[in-house]
Structures are given as C-alpha cells and as structure tokens.
C-alpha cells in the first residue's frame, strides 16, 4: 500500500539553526510531491511541490526540498529557521496521471524558539 | 486566488443530532474532498468527489455520508452524531490532474457535547 513517512514527529530548534524535515514514502510509480504548512490557528497551504524535472525545488519563504528517486525521499530544507516559522508541516504524495488523492504523512510539529 | 469556504469555524451539536458541515469553492474545480484532523493521527480522508453527484469512500467514512448537487458545493453529513466524532473537519479542493496540490478551507471545530 501507498504510503508516506515523515520520521520527526516534533522538533525543537533555536532561531538561526538549520532545519531537514525528513519525509519518505512507498510509491511503485511516477509520483507528484508536495510540501504542506499549517501555522498556529491557519488553514493548511500549499509550501512547495514537485512534478518533474529539477529535483531541487524551491518553494515559499526561504523553503526548499530536494526529491532523491533512488531514495524515495522529499527532504524540506531550510538553513535558517525564524520565529515565524513555527508550524506543523505535511509531507503528501500521489501519482503521476490522473491520480488526484494525495497520501499523508502524519505531519512534523515544528517550535522554533526566539 | 482559489477561495475554499467552510460555513461555520465553530460548531457544537449534541449527540444523535444529525449536522451537515458546507464546503464552497469558487475557481470551477472539479475535485473536492472531505478530511478530519486530529492530533497525531494527521489528515485522515473522509469521502471525496472527482464531479458532480459522484462520490467515493475515503479511508474513514463511517458514520458520515457527502452530497455534491453542485460543482461548487461539497456537504458532509454526520448522520447522527456522536462524541468520537468531535474533531476538526477540514475541506479542500483541486484541479483536474494530479500536479494540483490542494487548496484548504479553515477547518470547522465540530464539538459534540
């Protein structure tokens, strides 16, 4: 079965540090991945994504994720983490075509402290 | 931007009350989709729909039943609500293709009492 990853659970880190988020998933197939933000109290939007191409992708406020095929990874990176950025963030796929229903990663609660 | 609203942020019903839950999207999508969120459990898939009076079974659908009469319109209907189903619901939608990501609503907070 499909299924995706995403190894923390909670992580705590100061301002300035860098951040990985580790996401993996189990997909036989050409897949779509996406990158996910909920903010304290604000409704999930749409952080970065990936369909073809550069495998390095940038995304909104400084985020960037790298898809590594032979690892059936989608890392979020970002080198210098803010305040702001405390969240909770989805890791999701679906496949290629017209495959439209996206598989969840249970999410990473993230607390950055000032 | 593509808009996705739930009519209500808050809700408390009692238990056996029968609640319906609106969703309105307003850019002509054709997929839409019903979740709830609860803590350390993640999104969980609740029904969707790819158009019009068509519906399909997410991985929770127990319990809560969907109606699309319209494109912009997608309806969750907890049949007769109980307290295992105090959660927060969360409604999106999507373009045709899967490159779309989804657009969400702003959840509605179900409490049921």
């Known amino acids: 079965a499909q299924s995706v990853s995403q190894h923390n659970h909670h992580v705590i880190l100061s301002e300035a540090a860098s951040l990985e988020l580790g996401c993996n998933y189990s997909?036989?197939?050409?897949?779509?991945l996406f990158w996910y933000v909920q903010y304290p109290g604000q409704h999930l939007q749409l952080l970065l994504k990936?369909?073809?191409?550069d495998p390095l992708v940038k995304g909104i406020k400084g985020f960037e994720a790298e898809f590594i095929k032979s690892k059936f990874s989608f890392n979020l990176r970002k080198p210098s983490v803010q305040w702001s950025d405390t969240a909770e963030y989805f890791c999701?796929?679906?496949?290629?075509?017209?495959?439209?229903?996206?598989?969840w990663g249970l999410g990473t609660s993230l607390a950055v402290n000032p | 931007d593509v808009k996705v609203t739930q009519s209500s942020r808050y809700l408390v019903k009692r238990t056996g009350e029968k609640v319906f839950l609106e969703c309105v999207q307003d850019?002509?999508?054709?997929?839409m989709f019903w979740y709830r969120q609860d803590p350390g459990l993640g999104l969980r898939l609740i029904y969707f729909?790819?158009?019009?009076?068509?519906?399909e079974k997410g991985d929770i659908p127990e319990g809560y039943s969907v109606s699309r009469e319209k494109k912009e319109r997608f309806s969750l209907i907890l049949e007769s609500a109980s307290t295992n189903q105090t959660s927060m619901y969360l409604c999106?939608?999507?373009?045709?293709?899967?490159?779309?990501?989804?657009?969400f609503g702003s959840g509605t907070r179900l409490t049921v009492v």
């Open positions: 999106a939608s999507s373009g045709q293709g899967a490159y779309y990501g989804y657009t």
């Open positions: 850019m002509d999508h054709e997929n």
């Open positions: 729909s790819y158009d019009v009076k068509m519906k």
């Open positions: 997909y036989g197939g050409t897949v779509n």
């Open positions: 990936y369909f073809s191409g």
């Open positions: 999701a796929v679906n496949g290629g075509g017209n495959n439209r229903k996206l598989i």
